[in-house]
C-alpha cells in the first residue's frame, strides 16, 4: 500500500521568511509519480510540480523549490521570501503507474499560514 | 487551460435527500474523479472513471454512486443523504493513465446535511 506523510500539521512564519514543507512516502513500485498541490482558501486544489521517481534532479520555480531524495523517500517542498498570498494548505501526493496503484494518495496536508 | 467545473459551490442538503453533484470539464479528458476531503484526512477517492459509462470504485465508495454518460460529465450521486455525508466534495480529471499524468481539480462542493 502507499502512503504519504506530512508531518506537519501547521506551520506560521513571518512573511519574508523561508519555509520548507515536508513530505515523506512509501511505496513498492520502482517508478512512480510525486505531486505537490496547493489550496488556497477559496478551495480549489491548484496543481504545483510533478516529479517522477527516476528524475532526482531538483527544481526550481521562482520563489518555489522541491528537494526530492530517493534514500530518504522525501520530497519537500521550501517556499523562499514568503508572502502572505502564500498562505494555503500544501498537499503531497503519490501515484504509481502499474494498474492497482495508479490512483494518487494523498497526505493530510500542511496549514501555512504567513504573518505580514 | 484545463477548466473542470462543479454545479454547486456550497450545498445544504436534509437527512434522505437524494443529492446531485455535477463536474464537468472541457478538455476532452478520459478520466474523472470525485475525491471528499475531511479535515486531518486529506483528500480520499471515493470514484472514478476512465471512459464513458466505467465506473470503479475508490477507497469510500459506501452511500455514494456515480454516472458517466458522457465524457465530459461525472455526477456523484448521494442516494439518500447522512449527516456524516458532510463534507468537502472535489472533482478531478485528467487525461492519460492517472498513475502518470496530472490531475487537475474543480473548485469543490461544500455539502452540508443535516
Known amino acids: 500500500a502507499q502512503k504519504v506523510t506530512q508531518a506537519q500539521t501547521e506551520i506560521s512564519v513571518v512573511e519574508k521568511e523561508d519555509v520548507t514543507l515536508d513530505c515523506v512516502y512509501e511505496?513498492?513500485?520502482?517508478?512512480?509519480?510525486l505531486f505537490w498541490y496547493k489550496q488556497p482558501p477559496s478551495g480549489e486544489l491548484v496543481f504545483l510540480i510533478r516529479r517522477n521517481s527516476f528524475d532526482e534532479q531538483n527544481e526550481i520555480s521562482g520563489r518555489y523549490s522541491w528537494n526530492f531524495q530517493k534514500s530518504t523517500s522525501s520530497f519537500n517542498f521550501t517556499i523562499t521570501a514568503s508572502q502572505v498570498v502564500d498562505s494555503a494548505v500544501y498537499f503531497c501526493a503519490l501515484s504509481g503507474i502499474n494498474f492497482g496503484n495508479e490512483k494518487l494518495t494523498f497526505g493530510t496536508g500542511t496549514r501555512l499560514t504567513i504573518i505580514p | 487551460d484545463v477548466k473542470v467545473t462543479q454545479s454547486s459551490r456550497y450545498l445544504v442538503k436534509r437527512t434522505g435527500e437524494k443529492v446531485f453533484l455535477e463536474c464537468v470539464q472541457d478538455m476532452d479528458h478520459e478520466n474523472m474523479f470525485w475525491y471528499r476531503q475531511d479535515p486531518g484526512l486529506g483528500l480520499r477517492l471515493i470514484y472514478f472513471?476512465?471512459?464513458?459509462?466505467?465506473?470503479e470504485k475508490g477507497d469510500i465508495p459506501e452511500g455514494y454512486s456515480v454516472s458517466r454518460e458522457k465524457k465530459e460529465r461525472f455526477s456523484l450521486i448521494l442516494e439518500s443523504a447522512s449527516t456524516n455525508q458532510t463534507s468537502m466534495y472535489l472533482c478531478?480529471?485528467?487525461?492519460?493513465?492517472?498513475?502518470?499524468?496530472?490531475?487537475?481539480f474543480g473548485p469543490g462542493t461544500r455539502l452540508t446535511v443535516l
Open positions: 472513471s476512465y471512459d464513458v459509462k466505467m465506473k
Open positions: 511505496t513498492r513500485d520502482t517508478t512512480y509519480y
Open positions: 478531478a480529471s485528467s487525461l492519460d493513465w492517472p498513475g502518470t499524468d496530472t490531475q487537475y
